[in-house]
């Protein structure tokens, strides 16, 4: 007998599905997603761009454009967006370079009154301090050959995402018509259309995931700006939107970008509490924007409850990493819209809604 449940037929189903077999089903979702995410996370990021690039295409192709020079355009339009954050990265890295001599020094005078506060208050000569980072330096040899191999692991990753997901965009949009028929021919002719307006619907649920995207960052680059204002950093705004930008690229976007502004505020003001402040207001900001902000935000355009939002990017985490959390929310608004329109779903279809709908029928 075998384990794996039957999948029921899509939107006619009347058949409601049993806690064991919603149970076996997830199991093997996700471990299907887990094992197989070296394809999986690639070929959903070439989803999410070709469904985003799908209307700007189909505008060159009505002027007269052949679709494989429309699909050429639409991919460097991309290629020139990542071109300009990483830019925009660079030129952090190097406005910090520039800071770094004096702000070298500002460190060093740092770790000398540390030093002489230890040696005060804790009665530890500088001799034994010394001793102490030799020893620890000494025994980090293995971290440091770890961290080299995790860092060479993730630049190959990053080097295969790069190449392969630009393939396989241009490859789902060049072939999205036989994608689409051979989809089609899953389902029995009356499903047809509703398959294709799901089809549609999701499109047009990325689209509200970008809208939402950019509004998360339009709020984080207030609330960036307003924190440095209020402490008094030169070019708040400027810092604060950088910042905010550089969200995009997960964990190092944010340290990056805080650099120039910590080493600003040392070297102006004089004193350590201005890039402690720094980093707080960076830190409150991103803590506001993983927990509350894109919950919200991007819940509200997809009509997904923030809780169900907050799950999924943790679970996104669990399994991809900083992909996951990115990508399973676009999925959990593709569910979300089959499972309104199967009847063996609507539980799964009221857990995942935000509970508008129902108010307003009821209104």
């Given amino acids: 007998m075998s384990l794996i449940p039957k999948i029921p037929t899509i939107i006619d189903a009347d058949k409601k599905i049993s806690a064991i077999e919603f149970l076996q089903y997830f199991v093997l ?3 299907v997603l887990y094992f197989g995410k070296l394809i999986f996370i690639p070929l ?28 050429g355009i639409s991919l460097l339009m991309v290629f020139l967006l990542m071109i300009s954050i990483l830019s925009l990265l660079i030129f952090q890295i190097k406005e910090f370079a520039l800071e770094w001599e004096p702000f070298k020094t500002k ?6 009154q540390i030093s002489i506060f230890i040696s005060q208050y804790f009665n530890i000569t500088n001799t034994e301090q010394i001793s ?25 990753h990053t ?6 997901i630009p393939v396989f965009t241009a490859l789902i949009l060049f072939h999205r018509s036989m994608f689409t028929d051979a989809l089609l021919n899953f ?12 089809l549609m619907e999701t499109i047009n649920a990325y689209h509200n995931f970008i809208k939402g995207m950019l509004g998360v960052y339009l709020i984080v680059g207030i609330l960036n700006s307003i924190g440095l204002l209020i402490i008094g950093i030169p070019h708040p705004f400027m810092f604060g939107f950088i910042a905010a930008i550089l ?22 003001f004089n004193s350590v509490w201005y890039p402690i402040g720094v980093i707080a207001i960076f830190s409150i900001v991103q803590i506001l924007e993983a927990y509350i902000i894109f919950p919200y935000v991007v819940g509200n355009r997809l009509k997904i409850n923030t809780l169900i939002i907050i799950i999924m990017i943790t679970l996104g985490g669990i399994l991809w990493g900083a992909a996951g959390m990115i990508l399973f929310i676009p999925f ?30 009821t209104a």
């Avoid at 990021?45 to 454009?65: D, H, M, N, T």
């Avoid at 460190?107 to 000398?112: F, K, V, Y």
């Avoid at 080097?159 to 392969?164: D, E, F, G, K």
């Fill in 29 to 31: 979702i996700t471990l």
């Fill in 44 to 71: 959903s990021f070439a989803l999410l761009i070709s469904f985003i690039l799908y209307p700007v295409c189909r505008w060159f192709e009505k002027k007269g454009i052949s679709p494989t020079i429309a699909i």
């Fill in 107 to 112: 460190l060093l005078e740092a770790i000398n």
């Fill in 132 to 156: 102490f980072f030799e020893n620890l330096i000494n025994h980090s040899e293995n971290q440091v050959l770890a961290i080299l191999e995790s860092s060479f692991y993730s630049f190959s």
């Fill in 159 to 164: 080097l295969y995402y790069a190449i392969i």
């Fill in 187 to 198: 389902f029995p002719s009356k499903q047809k259309g509703k398959i294709l307006e799901i």
């Fill in 247 to 268: 969200t995009f690229i997960p964990y190092v976007g944010i340290m990056i970008s805080a650099l120039l502004p910590i080493a600003i505020s040392w070297i102006t």
């Fill in 332 to 361: 959990t608004s593709i569910i979300k819209l089959i499972a309104d329109r199967t009847e063996s779903l609507k539980a799964i279809s009221i857990l995942l809604g935000d509970g508008k709908q129902k108010k307003e029928k």
